[in-house]
């Protein structure tokens, strides 16, 4: 049962999806630099949360203390009905959530395919409850993420040829707001390049969520009161956090 379901059935919203979304229709263009920066996200104009307010209410408190609950108000009414209607081509259960297998085989922006070791990321950093299954809220945020790692890919692949550079990493992830060392973007592509001199759109997307599951971890130690006073979320501060994480898969 999907539209109309009854709250807290499954993971899908309240009321559904509604009536007369359209499948297959295009992503869109990739968006200019200042729209990829993750800590400087600015709701849209008819995001589908600004037209059902109530859905932020209903949501579980950890979603809305996630790092990347913004993403979700960057998300057009337009283009929550076509997530919604692939997070339901996806669910083959029809449990309501989707878990790491579904996820494996489902297609994202840009025809990225998930490994099993970045699949296993993206539970580790949009699972909030730790339960092992993505509800649709936490999906949508996935799908947004993926999504902006497609485009600043798209933007930073100058010529055209489907690869980055290894030295266009590093800025490229700065752009996203991740300012890390030039030394840690050259062993993050030896260590997801799988062998290959360029980096790819899914060596891309394996950096971009190692980058991101590290925010999801700097999150619990140092913006958590049971570790101590919080403070205020410092890119730069992160950037040397990510460094040294990094450092121990070398």
């Known amino acids: 049962m999907y539209p109309g379901m009854m709250p807290g059935m499954g993971g899908y919203p309240m009321g559904g999806m509604p009536m007369g979304a359209p499948m297959g229709a295009p992503m869109g263009m990739p968006m200019g630099p200042q729209s990829f920066n993750l800590w400087a996200l600015q709701p849209i104009q008819g995001?589908?949360?600004?037209?059902?307010?109530?859905?932020?209410?209903q949501m579980p408190q950890a979603i809305r203390n996630t790092w990347w609950f913004p993403l979700l108000n960057t998300i057009s009414m337009d283009q929550y009905q076509r997530v919604y209607m692939w997070f339901m081509g996806v669910d083959r259960d029809r449990s309501g959530t989707l878990e790491i297998n579904e996820l494996m085989q489902g297609q994202f922006p840009g025809g990225i395919r998930l490994s099993p070791?970045?699949?296993?990321?993206?539970?580790?950093?949009?699972?909030?409850?730790?339960n092992g299954h993505i509800s649709f809220y936490e999906f949508m945020a996935m799908y947004k993420f993926l999504e902006m790692s497609f485009n600043l890919f798209v933007f930073n692949d100058r010529n055209r040829s489907g690869t980055m550079e290894p030295h266009e990493i590093q800025p490229a992830l700065q752009q996203m707001g991740f300012f890390i060392q030039p030394r840690t973007a050259m062993l993050l592509h030896r260590l997801f390049a799988i062998g290959m001199a360029?980096?790819?759109?899914?060596c891309w997307v394996a950096i971009c969520a190692f980058a991101a599951q590290c925010r999801s971890a700097y999150q619990m130690l140092f913006m958590n009161p049971y570790y101590g006073a919080m403070k205020p979320f410092n890119p730069v501060e992160f950037g040397k956090f990510l460094d040294i994480v990094a450092s121990l898969l070398e």
């Open 198 to 202: 360029v980096c790819d759109v899914n």
């Open 47 to 57: 995001s589908w949360m600004s037209m059902n307010a109530q859905c932020i209410y």
């Open 117 to 130: 070791r970045t699949a296993l990321r993206m539970m580790r950093i949009f699972d909030t409850d730790f």
